[in-house]
């Protein structure tokens, strides 16, 4: 930052002749001068120190003069903003919902238009050497000169509020986290208490019902008016069992099981389930650990899915059960809400179904909540698998978008007689690293967030776009070379496959990796990823992804 960024524009100062011409004598004169050179000196420091930003623009919006702050915070020398126009493109002016801000609406802009002053008031500016957006809290003052009513300057400051932002976000997800985590432990408490009183007044019910059935002759009407009775109260007492699950107070006999053996013994039951139109593809993966639990959990829970993921096709579809071994460290749990760190045994059922949108997503799990059709559902199928999952201390991720199909990834512990294995910090350390540059290509912000903090901690240069569009843009103007695409499979405006094509033509040697929450088995099926395309499955650790990475790039 040169000494240019700190000059003060004359016309914020009213001309020196002026004031003199007014004061008379020479020693007065004198006097003045200096008592005015030391003011604008003082003026001067302050402007060239001020923690905060200060730009001043004239009436027709030039911008006349930054202080270092300012250069600072916009990531720009002097040189570069100086006789720009307040409302060019490259600020990238956007609204705290992300939505951009037109030219004429930023904030330097309005005084010059108004005669008022704007804000405080939030935006996002664009700053180029981190490529995204940063968040600052400006303020913009019209100056007037004496008599005038429009202004003939506009001075903006402002402050550098990225980090402050940050931390609020992080505060409102941790309670979002905590708040949905009480309200579903609270409702499993309030159900755990009514399915038990309820179980109990259901066993008086059948009881009183079936002595009743042995003093009627079955020939008697009301021998079948007590048998109806009895049959609703033992589909009532399979819902309170549900109930009961979802509360992880089931009665439970957990035991040492190999998961691939347990899924094998249900496959021919869950194709009469799902019905002939419905294909079901078993894909066990290789030398799982054992894991301990109720065998009749994991058929209550493959029932549940498959039930669902068939009512979520229309027609013919395919459903696919997989297992397989996941591992998590601290700073990926950290980015996802219920993940813990460990070792894990995954068993993932997937459709290429209707899909749900981020709304319903959020509350499937809760008791007696539905998507189906009234009298086609409880509402408890999830609730019950998520109970079981969490009485086994595991845990569950869902992974869909509308029109795209859904993947269901259960984590269970692997049986291990102890504790099990919770990777440390030195498995990220010891993680293939590189130095090529990467554009990465993810419409989750958080996803995007973390990924690019793992692969630069893996060495390599990252450049992030949230859209398809953005990462064209963003390769066309990038002025060295780009390595290898990373994106995410199902996007807004594009799909990864149809991204990669357009990147080809500006980059034909570029490498791809697509990622994705649904398992490549899906993709597959949906046509996005043709055989022998580098993939890896979301969630993944550093270690998986600095592995995959040189394979793609050496490979």
Known sequence: MGSAGAQLPDQCCQPRHARFNALGGDGAEAQAEEALRES??????????????????????????????????????????????????????????????????????????????FGPAIRGVFHPDKNTHVWVSITAIPLFQPGETKPFQVYTTFEDITDRKKAEAEREKLQEQLTQAQKMESVGRLAGGVAHDFNNMLGVILGHAEMAMDQVEPAQPLFSDIEEIRKAAERSAILTRQLLTFARKQTIAPKVIDLNETVEGMLQMLRRLIGEDIHLAWRPGRNLPSTKMDPSQI?????????????????????????????????????????????????????????????????????????????????????????????????????????????????????????RVRPDTATAKTAACGSETILLVEDEPAILRMATMMLERLGYAVITAQTPGEAIRLAREHSGPIDLLMTDVVMPEMNGRDLAKNLLSIYPAIKRLFMSGYTANVIAHHGVLDEGVHFIQKPFSSKDLGAKLRDVLEG
């Open 299 to 419: 058929d209550q829970i493959l029932a549940n899915l498959c039930v669902n993921a068939r009512d979520a096709i229309r027609g013919v579809g395919k459903i696919t059960i997989e297992t397989g071994e996941a591992a998590f460290d601290e700073a990926y749990c950290a980015e996802h809400a219920g993940f813990k760190p460990g070792e894990y045994v995954l068993l993932a059922v997937s459709d290429n179904g209707c899909g749900m949108d981020k709304e319903t997503i959020s509350h499937l799990f809760e008791p007696f909540f539905t998507t189906k059709e009234v009298g086609k559902g409880t509402g408890l199928g999830l609730a019950t698998v998520y109970g079981a999952v969490k009485q086994n201390n595991g845990f569950i991720n869902v992974y869909s978008e509308p029109g795209q199909g859904t993947t269901f990834r259960i984590y269970l512990p692997p049986y291990q007689a102890g504790t």
């Open 40 to 117: 604008e000196e003082k003026h001067r420091r302050l402007f060239e120190t001020m923690a905060q930003g200060v730009v001043y623009h004239a009436a027709d919006g030039t911008i006349l003069s930054a202080n270092p702050a300012a250069e600072r915070i916009l990531g720009l020398s002097f040189d570069q903003i100086r006789g720009r126009l307040s409302m060019d493109s490259r600020w990238g002016i956007i609204n705290e919902d992300g939505t951009e801000v037109p030219g004429m609406d930023y904030p330097s802009m309005i005084p010059l238009r108004t005669g008022k002053t």
